[in-house]
């Protein structure tokens, strides 16, 4: 493509953003007023200074698309700058070309895991996050997207998962599971309260998970089963910001929901997956479902409630808490797992800031498939490093695995000896087993 030429992709872009500058969007950028706070917010700037990443400034391709076809100012502008460049016998240049867009890639994917934490802070209540979302369908339209999202979305849509995995591989940690424990991993039950997902970082990295859960429900007599046709709980197309692939994955989360006749779907230990099938999930396939939708650590605290959770022994280790910005600060999820937390735990001290105003471990939003991010992605974790130092936790628990894997891995990188655990195997751990359990209602 020449300079100054548009390209047919970046026509297909501009054409997403047409479509994806609603109401919302025209005010929000209306009512920018120019204050910067955002900034203070965002990992990414407070980490590295460099005011590029100003949460605000990712959207400048998409708002002067807004201000020159939506404000009666920016036609006036770009009505001159036409008969100036006319008079001048040249071509009228396009207001976003080719390279503008490849250079605004890497703000609009690597410098931003879309933890809505600019959003909270903002004083006229722009939602920057939403507009970061929409913003990214036009850079999907126009080809400007990491590679690495591009082949875990394409893995999604042909194999399931955003890794690739298929049921054998799930099958085989399945049998694993039922080994360990005696206990049954249900499939494809028909009529179960609970159909449970997965995501395959947690079928990958924390295989621990799936055999806590096993080993609750049964303490809990819960009635839950798996999916063969859909275990996959992960989004690669809300991350990377299509539509159409989002309806895919969540399409076939409601078909294996329908058909297996459930009443509810169990997200997994992770933020974003419960975020896209239970917020954005019925938007995105335009209608209502015939279940609910409940966080794996919500389902805990409820049973926890009901009394169905009984537990013994407490950790000693001073513990300390990264609550997932999705689960947290996007759907309000925030005492359950303290409650969680306070059966097991006898020396739990919070993050100063913590709840619905944690500080983002950087790697969500797309930001942990996208390896071009790694360096920035670690960058912004000296963040949540400094948190972590200020309360000297000997031990940090999450419930989400792409919040787990990168606490992991900065803690790794800053050579700071401090193990991760999910909160799910915590509460694994500490059941009263069964035949205690059974002695002691005989006894009372």
């Known amino acids: 493509m020449t300079q100054g030429t548009h390209s ?43 005011p590029k990443y100003t949460p605000i400034h990712k959207l400048e391709p998409m708002r002067l698309l807004w201000e020159q076809e939506f404000t009666l100012w920016g036609k006036l502008k770009k009505t001159v700058k036409d008969r100036v460049d006319t008079q001048l016998g040249r071509a009228p240049k396009p207001l976003i070309t080719d390279e503008m867009l490849e250079e605004w890639e890497p703000l609009l994917y690597d410098s931003c895991s879309m933890c809505g934490r600019c959003s909270m802070v903002c004083p006229v209540g722009n939602d920057i996050h939403y507009m970061i979302r929409k913003a990214r369908e036009g850079m999907v339209a126009s080809g ?78 819960v009635s839950w089963t798996l999916s063969k046709t859909c275990f996959e709980a992960t989004n690669a197309g809300i991350q990377i910001g299509s539509k159409d692939i989002a309806a895919t994955l969540v399409q076939r989360v409601v078909d294996a929901a329908e058909q ?24 995105a396939i335009k209608r209502a479902y015939p279940f609910k939708v409940y966080h794996i650590i919500e389902v805990l605290d409820q049973l926890r409630a009901d009394g169905r959770i009984k537990t013994e022994g407490k950790e000693m280790d001073r513990l300390s808490m990264h609550d997932p910005c999705n689960l947290a600060r996007k759907s309000g999820v ?42 920035l992605k670690l960058a912004a974790f000296k963040r949540k490093k400094a948190q972590i130092e200020e309360v000297e936790p000997e031990r940090m628990v999450t419930m989400c695995a792409t919040c787990r894997t990168q606490l992991e891995e900065g803690l790794e ?5 401090i193990p991760v655990v999910g909160l799910t195997e915590i509460i694994a751990d500490h059941l009263v087993e069964k035949e205690v359990e059974n002695k002691k209602a005989e006894e009372s």
């Open 8 to 50: 047919f992709s970046v026509e297909r872009g501009l054409n997403a953003w047409r479509e994806e500058i609603d109401a919302p969007v025209a005010a929000f950028f209306s009512s920018c007023v120019h204050c910067g706070l955002c900034a203070q917010a965002c990992p990414f700037f407070v980490e590295t200074g460099d």
């Open 144 to 221: 400007h997207s990491p590679e690495g999202l591009v082949a875990a979305s394409v893995r999604a849509v042909n194999t399931g998962s955003p890794m690739g995995l298929q049921w054998k591989t799930l099958d085989v940690q399945i049998k694993h599971v039922e080994t360990a424990t005696g206990l049954e991993v249900p499939i494809d039950k028909q009529g179960a309260d609970y159909l449970v997902l997965l995501s395959s970082m947690e079928i990958i990295n924390f295989p621990e998970y799936l055999e806590a859960i096993t080993k609750i429900f049964d303490h809990a007599g």
């Open 260 to 283: 297996l006749q459930v009443k509810n779907v169990i997200s997994p230990e992770c933020g974003h997956a419960y975020t896209a099938i239970r917020w954005e999930g019925p938007n």
């Open 334 to 375: 925030v005492q359950q797992q303290r409650s969680l937390m306070d059966l097991v735990a006898s020396n739990f001290v919070d993050l100063k800031e913590h709840g619905e105003f944690q500080w983002c471990c950087g790697a969500g939003g797309g930001v942990s498939s996208n390896e071009r991010a790694e360096p």
């Open 413 to 417: 990188e800053f050579n700071m000896d």
